[in-house]
């Protein structure tokens, strides 16, 4: 399958009108279309909440109970933050962008031995998100490697496997810390979460998202509006911006603050929390100026678990609303149809079968 990259590539090369083919022109579904984009100074006031990592870990009690709080409160009213002071050095950060940059550069002969297998695959590289099924096409390279329980990295280039394996490490630490908060938050203790998906065997998928710069930023879309699987997602970027949330059908533009991480809850922490913290939609845009780049790395049980409601977090006045399901089947689901919003967490509810 051509890569995005190699699309983007001719359509500076080959034309001064700089057009995109057709198959890349986007058909925007409801969420897009229903939906106004806040311009910057409107969404001005609108900002995601901050968590400060360093006070969610503090040996002041006070500290970090307050923390919680907000933690708490994030995941409530938004499903998503900012994380800062979260303590993964900025240098690995930037090596690992550009270890992920590099991968991208590699001759297409070689990144073609990673396509076509399915998501199971532990390495696997592609354009769009699912090229078998889409009509259209999304601006949008992408790597996946699952890396945790067992960790997968192409080998090339040199350096990539070593820094991606510290780099995903470094990303479990955070996600664990901010899982025993959330635990604290829905008044469990703090290793409930751990504990109940078993966080020490978990999965865990690194995607690289590339967008390469695109002629004609507004026809086209680098993901289309959907939520995430997993309990979390921490998300980096490079120096350009694109991610978009929907709230009150508004689209929120994402400024991430330097060194800082976006967080999101997935569909996963959905059904555990039994609606309680709700995985929200979001996209990523494309822009004219350069490629972007995002390395998301998701977090969830061992892929052969059963996730449903959280005995501890029902009850008569609070029944169960999710069908359990196995993180693996929930993600097959997911990943053999176009992705279309929370289409898939629409299977999942009592109350629509
Ligand atoms: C994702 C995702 C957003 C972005 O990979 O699931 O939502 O800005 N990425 O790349
Ligand atoms: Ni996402």
């Known amino acids: 399958m051509l890569s995005v990259k190699k699309v983007a590539e001719s359509c500076v090369s080959s034309s001064k009108l700089e057009r995109i083919p057709s198959k890349y022109m ?16 409107e969404a001005q ?30 995941c409530t009213d938004w499903g998503f933050f900012m994380l800062i002071n979260h303590g993964v050095p900025e240098t690995l950060r930037e090596e690992v962008l550009r270890a992920c940059k590099g991968f991208y550069d590699l001759p297409e002969e070689y990144k073609k031995q990673y396509e076509g297998g399915d998501i199971f695959a532990p390495i696997k590289c592609g354009t769009s998100f699912n090229a078998n099924v889409e009509k259209t096409f999304l ?26 394996e510290a780099y995903c490490k470094k990303s479990r630490e955070v996600i ?13 203790e703090e290793n409930y979460i751990h504990k109940v998906m078993n966080i020490e065997s978990g999965f865990q998928m690194m995607v690289v998202n590339f967008y390469p710069r695109c002629p004609m930023p507004d026809q086209a879309m680098g993901l289309p509006p959907h939520s995430d699987h997993g309990l979390l997602t921490l998300l980096l970027q490079n120096e350009l911006e694109g991610l978009q949330l929907l ?19 997935g569909d996963h922490m959905e059904i555990l929390t039994n609606g ?6 979001h996209r990523a845009i494309v822009n004219k100026n350069a490629t972007r ?16 409601p959280a005995t501890e977090l029902i009850g008569e006045d609070n029944p169960p ?3 359990a399901i196995k993180y693996k089947d929930y993600m097959r689901l997911q990943q053999s149809k176009e992705l279309d919003g929370k289409s898939c967490l629409g299977h999942v509810p009592l109350n629509s079968n």
């Not at 664990?176 to 469990?188: T, V």
């Not at 309680?276 to 939609?281: E, R, T």
């Not at 995002?294 to 969830?300: C, D, K, R």
Request: charged content about 20%; proline content about 8%.
């Open 293 to 308: 780049i995002t390395i998301g790395t998701a977090h969830g049980p061992p892929l052969d678990a059963v996730v449903g």
């Open 26 to 41: 986007y058909l925007k579904n409801k969420s897009d279309e229903d939906s106004v984009i806040l311009c910057d100074e």
């Open 139 to 164: 601006w949008r390279d992408y790597l996946k490697c699952h890396v945790h329980p067992h960790f997968h990295a192409p080998s090339n280039p040199q350096g990539f496997s070593e820094t991606t």
């Open 176 to 188: 664990g810390e901010l899982l025993k908060g959330i635990s604290i938050s829905l008044g469990e």
């Open 321 to 323: 609303a999710y069908h």
């Open 247 to 265: 709230r009150n059908d508004m689209w929120i533009p994402i400024h991430p603050l330097p060194n800082s991480f976006i967080v999101n809850t």
């Open 45 to 74: 006031n609108i900002t995601i909440p901050t968590i400060d990592f360093s006070h969610l870990i503090s040996s002041n009690p006070t500290q970090r109970s307050k923390e919680i709080q907000q933690l708490g409160r994030a």
């Open 276 to 281: 309680k913290y709700k995985s929200n939609i």
